[in-house]
C-alpha cells in the first residue's frame, strides 16, 4: 500500500546543512562563534591587560594613522589603556551579563506563563497584571530604581536587567499554551484520561521548547543592547570592569579628538547584535518544522 | 456506438459546431524551494454554449488550478504556465494581456467562488459591488444601476431586495451571500459562468436552494457553465458534460449520463463504487486503495492504484492518451476495452483480471 | 440506579476482556435531557447577551455493535452534543449514563476508568496528533497514561497497527509523513487501544478526499463487527449515514427533531425538516435528476441565542400553524408513524 508522503527537501535536513544554504545566517552564527570564543579566550588574545595604564602612550590612534604604532593596535584612551585589549574583555562581560539575564528572564518567564496559561482564571488575571504593569513603566527608570537599591555592580545589572525583560517570555509562553490548550491533541490527551500535568509535560512543553529556544539569540541581542545603553550612561556595568557600552560612554568626550575610542567599541557591539538578530530570525525559521520549506535553496 | 447504449430517459446528445471555450494541452506549474510542483499536465476540453461541464477531482486534481490558469487568476510566480491555448471566441487567452483580460472578466467570463466571505468586499455594501460590476463593464447611470442590482437581487431570491441592497456582506448569511455573488456575476449577462466550489462551504439546505438559483441564472441567461467540485452529486444534479480530472490530469470525458452509467476509466468506476448513496442501500463500498498522489506519478497518473492496470508495464511506462469509447465519451485508459460492461451507478461490476 | 461496582483503574493485565463487555445489543450509552448552554459574549455595554442554546434537552441510547446517527446542519448542536458525552464539555443538565453508570457522578479513580471505553476520535487527522510525536508514540499514549505500556506495551502497539493494515515499521515515522486516510486510522487506533466500548466520532471522514472515504468507513465497520463497538457517528454527509447508521437522529437547532430506524428517516420521514433535508441532498444519478419533489425552505438557520418560541422550525416550515409558536411539539411517537417526531404535524411521506 503506497502513501508515504515524500517530505519537501528543506524540512528532512538537520539544522547545520540547512544553514549553509543561507549565507547570511551562516556569516552571523560564524561571527557569533567567534566572538565567543574571542571572550573565552582574552588573556590569551589581549595583547595587554586591560587596566594597565601606558601614561606615555596617551591617546594614540590606531596603528595605520599618524603617530600610532603596531604596539597599540587600535589606538589608546586618554589613561593610556590598549583599545583592542579593552574591546577583547569587554566582551566577556557583555556576553556574560546577556546570557545570565536570559537564562534568569527564561526560567521565570517560562513559568509564569505556563502557570497562567494552564491554571487561567485569577492566577492568569492577576500575573497579566504584573506583566502589564512592568511593561508600561519605563525601563530606564525601572533599572535606576534598581540600581539606587541595590547599588551599582555586576550582580545589580544582572537583576535589573532580569526584572525589566522576564516578561516577553511570560507573554510568548503564554500565547503558546492558550492555543496549544485548543488544539485537537491535547483535547484528545484529555478525553484519553491524561492528566493536566501528562497534557503540559507531553503535549505542550516540547511544542514550545523550540519556538522558544529560537527566541534566544534574538533576546541575548536585545539584552546586549540594553545593557550597552546602561552602562553608557553610567548606571550598568561600572569600572574596573568593561563592556563595550561603558567604553562608548567613557569616550563620550573624545569624539572627534579621538574617534576610536567609539567607532571600534561601537563597531564590536554593532557587529555582534546585528549577527544575533541575523542568526535568530534564520532559527526562528528553520526550528519551526512548517515553515522550514521558506528557506531558500 | 450503437443507439441502444443510451436508453430513452436520456437525451440526445447534440454538439453545436464550434465551442465557446477550447482549451488544449493545458500544462502548469509552480516552482516551490521544495521542488516544481506539477498542477496541470497536458489538459484539454471544450465548453460549449449553453451547456454546463462539471469538472470533478479530488485534491491535487489541479482542476481548479486549470481553470484559473485560463482567466488568467493564477499567481504567477510562483505558477507557471508553460504551454497550452485557451480559446474564447477566437481569443488565446493565455495570451492576452492582463487589461485584455480583465475587460473579459467580468462581463463575458464571470467567476463565482468558493468562500463568499473573502470575495466580497466587507466594507462595501452589496449594492455598490454589484453597482460597481456592472458600471465598469457598461456605459449605465448610477441610478440605473441600481435599479438592475434590486432586480439581480431579486432574481436570485433575496427578500427585500431594494432594503438589503444597502446592507453589508456580514449582515448576510453564507447561502445569502453565495447568492449575492450569483447576482453579481450575472450582472453583465456573462456568456461564460465559472462556478469554482459554490457550494461547498454550506450546509446541505443551503446548497439546494443556491443551486437553484443558479439553475434559474443558467435558465435566464443561456449561459454556458464551468461548474468545479469534487462532489459527485453535485454533478449528477447540474451537469450536462463531465470532466474527470487525476493529478493534473484528465482522465475520462463524456456525458453526464456516459461518466454515471457507462464508465470506462478504472478511476471513474472506482470512485462510483466507493460512494455511498441517499436514496438505495448499499451492501459495501469498493475502497481505492492508496491515496491521491502528491508527486506526479510516471506513465498513467492512477497506475499505482489501479486494479485494471495491476503489474502491467505499459501502464507505469506509458501515459495514456484519450481514447475515443463512444459519442462524445473518452478515457485515458491503455485498456479501456477490458471495461465491458454497461453499468449503473452504484451496481457497478469490478471483476477485472 | 447508578451501580458503582468499578474495578480499581490500575488492574495491570494488558490485555483485553479486563471485565465483562457488554453484549451486542445492550444498551451501553443513554442520554437523558443534555442540555447544554453557552454563555454569550459580554459587551461593551456590560449587557451580558443572552445564552447560546447549544444542546436543548436531547436524549437518545446507544447499542453495542450498533451505530447511531446524528446527522443536522450548522448550528443544530451535534458536536456540542457529543463532545459532552466524552466530558470534554460539561453539561448544564442532564444526566450521561454509561453502561449504567451516571457519568457525572463518578469519582476520579472511576472516570479515568471509564475513559478507556469511551473514547473519541476527531475530525482532522492533520491536527488531531501532537506533531513532535512518533506514530508509535501516538498510539501508546493511552496505554502509558493508564499504565498498561510496561508489560507487552510495545507488541500492542504493533498488533493495533497491524490491525489497520499498517507496519509495526510505521510506528517510527511521524504522522505528517502519511496520508489523510492513514492518519485517520491511527486516529481510529488510538481510540481503540484500550477497552473501548463506545466510540463517539466526530464527523470522521468528512475531512478526508472521496477516494479515501470508503477505505476509512469500512474499517470502521469490520472493527464494529470484530469487538462489538457502539458508535455514535455525527455527520452532515447524509448518504454516509444511511450507509453506515442502524438508527439515525435528526437534529435542528438544539434538538432531536426525530429518530428512528434507519429505514424510518429516510424512507418515511414525518418531520418537515427531514423530509426538507433529505430533498436537498444530490443524488448520484443523473437520470434521478428531476424525479424528485424538492422541497425549498425559506429563509435562513434562526441564531441559537435566540430560537423561535413553540417549535423551533416553524420560522422555516410550510405547515405552520398559530399552535406550533404557542406549545412546542415533544419527541414522539405519534400514532400511526412508527418512530418519534416532534412535529403537531407529523405525516410520513415516502422519499423516492
Known amino acids: 500500500m503506497s502513501g508515504v508522503v515524500k517530505l519537501p527537501s528543506s524540512s528532512g535536513l538537520p539544522l547545520y546543512r540547512l544553514i549553509i544554504r543561507d549565507k547570511f545566517a551562516l556569516a552571523s552564527a560564524l561571527f557569533l562563534?567567534?566572538?565567543?570564543?574571542?571572550?573565552?579566550?582574552?588573556?590569551?588574545?589581549?595583547?595587554?591587560?586591560?587596566?594597565?595604564?601606558?601614561?606615555?602612550?596617551?591617546?594614540?590612534?590606531?596603528?595605520?594613522?599618524?603617530?600610532?604604532?603596531?604596539?597599540?593596535?587600535?589606538?589608546?584612551?586618554?589613561?593610556?589603556?590598549?583599545?583592542?585589549?579593552?574591546?577583547?574583555?569587554?566582551?566577556?562581560?557583555?556576553?556574560?551579563?546577556?546570557?545570565?539575564?536570559?537564562?534568569?528572564?527564561?526560567?521565570?518567564?517560562?513559568?509564569?506563563?505556563?502557570?497562567?496559561?494552564?491554571?487561567?482564571?485569577?492566577?492568569?488575571?492577576?500575573?497579566?497584571?504584573?506583566?502589564?504593569?512592568v511593561m508600561a513603566?519605563?525601563?530606564?527608570?525601572?533599572?535606576?530604581?534598581?540600581?539606587?537599591?541595590?547599588?551599582?555592580?555586576?550582580?545589580?545589572?544582572?537583576?535589573?536587567?532580569?526584572?525589566?525583560?522576564?516578561?516577553?517570555?511570560?507573554?510568548?509562553?503564554?500565547?503558546?499554551?492558550?492555543?496549544?490548550?485548543?488544539?485537537?491533541?491535547?483535547?484528545?490527551?484529555?478525553?484519553?484520561?491524561?492528566?493536566?500535568?501528562?497534557?503540559?509535560?507531553t503535549h505542550m512543553l516540547p511544542n514550545i521548547v523550540s519556538p522558544l529556544a529560537a527566541l534566544i539569540p534574538l533576546e541575548l541581542g536585545r539584552t546586549m543592547l540594553a545593557e550597552a545603553s546602561v552602562s553608557f550612561l553610567g548606571f550598568g556595568v561600572q569600572p574596573p570592569m568593561t563592556s563595550w557600552g561603558l567604553l562608548v560612554g567613557g569616550a563620550r568626550d573624545y569624539i572627534a579628538s579621538a574617534p576610536w575610542l567609539i567607532i571600534y567599541p561601537g563597531m564590536a557591539l554593532f557587529l555582534t547584535i546585528l549577527s544575533a538578530n541575523v542568526f535568530g530570525s534564520w532559527l526562528r525559521l528553520a526550528a519551526d518544522p512548517m515553515h522550514r520549506g521558506r528557506l531558500g535553496t | 456506438m450503437s443507439a441502444s447504449q443510451q436508453d430513452s430517459t436520456e437525451p440526445p446528445v447534440v454538439e453545436t459546431d464550434q465551442p465557446l471555450l477550447s482549451v488544449r494541452g493545458l500544462v502548469t506549474e509552480f516552482v516551490t524551494p521544495a521542488g516544481i510542483i506539477h498542477a496541470v499536465n497536458d489538459v484539454s476540453f471544450d465548453v460549449y454554449s449553453g451547456e454546463t461541464v462539471g469538472v470533478v477531482g479530488e485534491s491535487g486534481s489541479g482542476k481548479s488550478v486549470a481553470v484559473r490558469s485560463v482567466l488568467g487568476l493564477l499567481s504567477q510566480p510562483p505558477g507557471r504556465i508553460v504551454a497550452g491555448e485557451a480559446v474564447f471566441e477566437g481569443h488565446d487567452l493565455l495570451r492576452l494581456d492582463n487589461y485584455a483580460l480583465s475587460v473579459i472578466r467580468g462581463s463575458d467570463i464571470a467567476v463565482i467562488f468558493q468562500d463568499p466571505g473573502t470575495s466580497l468586499n466587507p466594507v462595501l455594501t452589496i449594492g455598490s459591488q454589484i453597482s460597481e460590476a456592472l458600471r465598469i463593464h457598461q456605459d449605465i447611470s448610477r441610478t440605473a444601476a441600481r435599479r438592475r442590482s434590486v432586480e439581480l437581487l431579486q432574481m436570485v431570491g433575496i427578500p427585500n431586495a431594494k432594503a438589503r441592497l444597502d446592507e453589508y456582506p456580514h449582515q448576510y448569511s453564507g447561502g445569502m451571500r453565495q447568492r449575492a455573488m450569483i447576482a453579481m456575476a450575472m450582472a453583465n449577462r456573462p456568456k461564460l459562468l465559472i462556478a469554482?466550489?459554490?457550494?461547498?462551504?454550506?450546509?446541505?439546505?443551503?446548497?439546494?436552494?443556491?443551486?437553484?438559483?443558479?439553475?434559474?441564472?443558467?435558465?435566464?441567461?443561456?449561459?454556458?457553465?464551468?461548474?468545479?467540485?469534487?462532489?459527485?452529486?453535485?454533478?449528477?444534479?447540474?451537469?450536462?458534460?463531465v470532466?474527470?480530472?487525476?493529478?493534473?490530469?484528465?482522465?475520462?470525458?463524456?456525458?453526464?449520463?456516459?461518466?454515471?452509467?457507462?464508465?470506462?476509466?478504472?478511476?471513474?468506476?472506482?470512485?462510483?463504487a466507493s460512494l455511498p448513496r441517499i436514496d438505495t442501500e448499499l451492501d459495501s463500498l469498493h475502497s481505492i486503495r492508496g491515496a491521491p498522489p502528491t508527486t506526479l506519478p510516471t506513465g498513467c497518473a492512477f497506475h499505482p492504484r489501479c486494479d485494471l492496470g495491476k503489474g502491467r508495464a505499459r501502464c507505469a511506462e506509458e501515459v495514456p492518451h484519450l481514447n475515443d469509447v463512444g459519442v462524445g465519451h473518452r478515457s485515458a485508459c491503455h485498456f479501456h476495452e477490458e471495461i465491458k460492461d454497461e453499468v449503473r451507478a452504484g451496481d457497478i461490476n469490478l471483476e477485472h483480471r | 440506579m447508578a451501580n458503582k461496582n468499578d474495578e480499581d483503574a490500575q488492574t495491570s493485565q494488558p490485555s483485553q476482556g479486563l471485565y465483562d463487555r457488554s453484549p451486542r445489543g445492550s444498551t451501553v450509552l443513554k442520554v437523558e435531557h443534555l442540555v447544554k448552554n453557552f454563555s454569550g459574549p459580554t459587551r461593551l455595554s456590560l449587557h451580558t447577551s443572552p445564552p447560546i442554546q447549544a444542546v436543548s434537552d436531547v436524549s437518545f441510547v446507544a447499542h453495542a455493535g450498533e451505530t447511531l446517527g446524528i446527522v443536522g446542519e450548522s448550528g443544530c448542536g451535534k458536536t456540542t452534543t457529543a463532545r459532552s458525552i466524552v466530558q470534554l464539555i460539561k453539561?448544564?443538565?442532564?444526566?450521561?449514563?454509561?453502561?449504567?453508570?451516571?457519568?457525572?457522578?463518578?469519582?476520579?479513580?472511576?472516570?479515568?476508568?471509564?475513559?478507556?471505553?469511551?473514547?473519541?476520535?476527531?475530525?482532522?487527522?492533520?491536527?488531531?496528533?501532537?506533531?513532535?510525536?512518533?506514530?508509535?508514540?501516538?498510539?501508546?499514549?493511552?496505554?502509558?497514561?493508564?499504565?498498561?505500556?510496561?508489560?507487552?506495551?510495545?507488541?500492542?502497539?504493533?498488533?493495533?497497527?497491524?490491525?489497520?493494515?499498517?507496519?509495526?515499521?510505521?510506528?517510527?515515522?511521524?504522522?505528517?509523513?502519511?496520508?489523510?486516510g492513514q492518519r485517520q486510522r491511527i486516529g481510529i487506533v488510538r481510540a481503540i487501544a484500550l477497552d473501548a466500548q463506545l466510540l463517539i466520532l466526530d464527523e470522521p471522514v468528512s475531512a478526508l478526499d472521496t477516494s479515501v472515504q470508503a477505505q476509512v468507513i469500512n474499517l470502521l465497520k469490520d472493527l464494529q463487527d470484530r469487538l462489538d463497538l457502539a458508535y455514535v457517528f455525527v455527520a452532515h454527509d447524509l448518504s454516509m449515514i444511511r450507509h453506515i447508521c442502524d438508527r439515525v437522529a435528526v437534529m435542528y437547532l438544539g434538538k432531536i427533531v426525530e429518530?428512528?430506524?434507519?429505514?424510518?428517516?429516510?424512507?418515511?420521514?414525518?418531520?418537515?425538516?427531514?423530509?426538507?433535508?433529505?430533498?436537498?441532498?444530490?443524488?448520484?444519478?443523473?437520470?434521478?435528476?428531476?424525479?424528485?419533489?424538492?422541497?425549498?425552505?425559506?429563509?435562513?438557520?434562526?441564531?441559537?441565542?435566540?430560537?423561535?418560541?413553540?417549535?423551533?422550525?416553524?420560522?422555516?416550515?410550510?405547515?405552520?400553524?398559530?399552535?406550533?409558536?404557542?406549545?412546542?411539539?415533544?419527541?414522539?411517537?405519534?400514532?400511526?408513524?412508527?418512530?418519534?417526531?416532534?412535529?403537531?404535524?407529523?405525516t410520513p411521506s415516502s422519499s423516492t
Open chain 1, 33 to 133: 562563534v567567534a566572538i565567543v570564543l574571542m571572550a573565552l579566550l582574552a588573556p590569551i588574545l589581549a595583547p595587554f591587560d586591560p587596566t594597565e595604564l601606558h601614561l606615555r602612550d596617551v591617546l594614540r590612534p590606531p596603528a595605520w594613522q599618524e603617530r600610532g604604532t603596531s604596539l597599540y593596535l587600535l589606538g589608546t584612551d586618554g589613561l593610556g589603556r590598549d583599545n583592542l585589549s579593552r574591546i577583547i574583555y569587554s566582551s566577556r562581560i557583555s556576553l556574560s551579563v546577556a546570557l545570565a539575564v536570559v537564562a534568569i528572564t527564561l526560567v521565570i518567564g517560562t513559568l509564569v506563563g505556563l502557570m497562567t496559561g494552564v491554571l487561567r482564571g485569577r492566577v492568569d488575571q492577576c500575573f497579566m497584571a504584573i506583566t502589564d504593569a
Open chain 2, 196 to 241: 469554482d466550489e459554490p457550494t461547498t462551504a454550506l450546509d446541505v439546505t443551503t446548497q439546494a436552494q443556491v443551486l437553484d438559483v443558479l439553475k434559474l441564472a443558467k435558465k435566464e441567461s443561456e449561459a454556458a457553465t464551468i461548474l468545479i467540485t469534487h462532489d459527485l452529486g453535485l454533478i449528477a444534479e447540474m451537469a450536462d458534460r
Open chain 3, 91 to 180: 453539561p448544564t443538565s442532564g444526566r450521561i449514563l454509561f453502561r449504567g453508570h451516571d457519568l457525572g457522578k463518578l469519582d476520579r479513580v472511576a472516570k479515568r476508568r471509564v475513559r478507556q471505553e469511551i473514547q473519541y476520535v476527531f475530525q482532522d487527522p492533520s491536527t488531531a496528533f501532537n506533531p513532535r510525536m512518533t506514530v508509535h508514540d501516538v498510539i501508546a499514549e493511552p496505554l502509558r497514561i493508564h499504565g498498561r505500556y510496561k508489560q507487552g506495551g510495545a507488541d500492542r502497539v504493533a498488533e493495533l497497527l497491524r490491525l489497520v493494515s499498517m507496519e509495526p515499521e510505521h510506528g517510527e515515522r511521524y504522522p505528517h509523513e502519511f496520508s489523510g
Open chain 2, 243 to 272: 470532466v474527470v480530472m487525476y493529478a493534473g490530469r484528465v482522465l475520462e470525458t463524456g456525458s453526464v449520463f456516459d461518466i454515471f452509467h457507462r464508465p470506462r476509466h478504472p478511476y471513474t468506476i472506482g470512485l462510483l
Open chain 1, 137 to 201: 513603566f519605563p525601563g530606564l527608570l525601572m533599572i535606576m530604581a534598581v540600581v539606587a537599591v541595590l547599588g551599582g555592580g555586576l550582580t545589580t545589572i544582572i537583576i535589573a536587567l532580569s526584572v525589566r525583560y522576564w516578561t516577553t517570555y511570560a507573554r510568548v509562553v503564554r500565547g503558546m499554551v492558550i492555543s496549544l490548550r485548543e488544539t485537537d491533541f491535547v483535547l484528545a490527551a484529555q478525553v484519553l484520561g491524561g492528566s493536566q500535568w501528562h497534557a503540559m509535560r
Open chain 3, 259 to 346: 429518530m428512528g430506524t434507519k429505514t424510518e428517516i429516510f424512507e418515511q420521514p414525518s418531520h418537515p425538516y427531514t423530509q426538507a433535508l433529505l430533498s436537498a441532498v444530490p443524488i448520484r444519478d443523473p437520470s434521478l435528476r428531476d424525479s424528485r419533489e424538492r422541497i425549498l425552505l425559506e429563509g435562513d438557520i434562526p441564531s441559537p441565542s435566540s430560537p423561535p418560541s413553540g417549535c423551533r422550525f416553524r420560522t422555516r416550515c410550510w405547515k405552520a400553524k398559530d399552535i406550533c409558536a404557542e406549545e412546542e411539539p415533544v419527541l414522539l411517537d405519534r400514532s400511526g408513524i412508527g418512530h418519534p417526531s416532534a412535529c403537531h404535524f407529523a
